[in-house]
């Protein structure tokens, strides 16, 4: 069974500081990976993802991830955090085989940015 | 944003009684997801649809039923529910198969089973 593990359940950073999160997934295959934010009282949405080519993919708002296939990692960074990064970020991974899936997620890490 | 909507956004019941929540995109997407949050867990797959009338089984199915009868409708519904059933439950649709492309996800509903 797939599984993704996010290392950090809550990380405390001051403004303009560098972030990375980190995120590893067990899969017997080949996968598309997610990063999904969800900001106080919303729903997720969509930071970034990889399907394939280029492994260091980058998002919305600064937000780049790096694919590294030998460590099954897929880890979110961002040079200068803002205030208003303060969210939950949630790692997810789905099989590229085309079937119908869900995605796997992991268990979030809730990021509080100080300003 | 994409057209997802959910109904009730809030609800609270009581334990035994049946509950639906609904899930309507605009988007005619073909795929279909219920999935809870609970703290802790971040999101599990409880059912999903990848057409009308065929759905299929996710991580967290015991006590949900699913029905598709349109492909803009996906409801969700807790035959008798449970306070182990409170949670927010969150739809998504996707316009091809979940690896193949992104799921975007609606506004959620909390649900609190007393």
């Known amino acids: 069974a797939q599984s993704v593990s996010q290392h950090n359940h809550h990380v405390i950073l001051s403004e303009a500081a560098s972030l990375e999160l980190g995120c590893n997934y067990s899969y017997g295959g080949t996968v598309n990976l997610f990063w999904y934010v969800q900001y106080p009282g919303q729903h997720l949405q969509l930071l970034l993802k990889?399907?394939?080519?280029?492994?260091l993919v980058k998002g919305i708002k600064g937000f780049e991830a790096e694919f590294i296939k030998s460590k099954f990692s897929f880890n979110l960074r961002k040079p200068s955090v803002q205030w208003s990064d303060t969210a939950e970020y949630f790692c997810a991974v789905v099989g590229s085989g085309g079937g119908a899936d869900g995605l796997t997620f992991g268990k979030g890490t809730h990021l509080i940015i100080q300003p | 944003d994409a057209g997802i909507t959910q109904s009730p956004r809030h609800k609270v019941t009581e334990t035994g009684t049946p509950v639906t929540l609904r899930c309507h995109q605009t988007e005619n997407h073909r795929y279909m997801y219920w999935y809870r949050q609970d703290p802790g867990h971040g999101l599990r797959l409880i059912h999903y649809?990848?057409?009308?009338?065929?759905?299929d089984k996710g991580e967290v199915s015991d006590g949900y039923s699913v029905s598709r009868s349109k492909t803009e409708d996906f409801l969700l519904t807790l035959e008798s529910a449970t306070s182990s059933q409170t949670s927010v439950y969150f739809c998504?649709?996707?316009?091809?198969?979940?690896?193949?492309?992104?799921?975007?996800f609606g506004p959620g509903t909390r649900l609190t089973v007393l």
């Open positions: 649809s990848y057409g009308v009338k065929d759905t």
């Open positions: 998504a649709i996707s316009g091809a198969a979940g690896g193949t492309d992104t799921q975007y």
């Open positions: 990889y399907f394939s080519g280029d492994p």
